[in-house]
Nanobody, 124 residues
Framework: QVQLVESGGGLVQAGGSLRLSCAAS????????MGWFRQAPGKEREFVAA????????KYADSVKGRFTISRDNAKNTVYLQMNSLKPEDTAVYYC?????????????????WGQGTQVTVSS
């Protein structure tokens, strides 16, 4: 069992930065690949970024490539999403997810556990 709690969301102007954190409980965190997804009002939840259990492999959605960076600290049971050059279209609720596999995945169905989400709002 893995429990996930996101933090770090908020309101930021376009061009600004935010860093999201996801704290995980459970002894199996270091064996889990982790991902970030987002859901804007009226839209499907979409993949943003993922990282393998070791942090050695990362994947990004094309829309965030070059602006967002996913990382993890297994000693702290935490995964991060550094978001730079934010745009109004990045506005969404951001969800952290854990996959019971060491391989990073990009599909919602790849993930077994989800956090409650944190709101990110980017003003123009």
């Amino acid at each position: 069992q893995v429990q996930l709690v996101e933090s770090g969301g908020g309101l930021v102007q376009a061009g600004g930065s935010l860093r999201l954190s996801c704290a995980a409980s459970g002894r199996t965190f270091s064996n889990c690949a982790m991902g970030w997804f987002r859901q804007a009002p009226g839209k499907e939840r979409e993949f943003v970024a993922a990282i393998s259990w070791s942090g050695g492999n990362t994947k990004y959605a094309d829309s965030v490539k070059g602006r967002f960076t996913i990382s993890r600290d297994n000693a702290k049971n935490t995964v991060y999403l550094q978001m730079n050059s934010l745009k109004p279209e990045d506005t969404a609720v951001y969800y952290c997810a854990a996959r019971m596999s060491i391989v990073a995945g990009t599909a919602r169905s790849d993930y077994n556990y989800w956090g409650q989400g944190t709101q990110v709002t980017v003003s123009s």
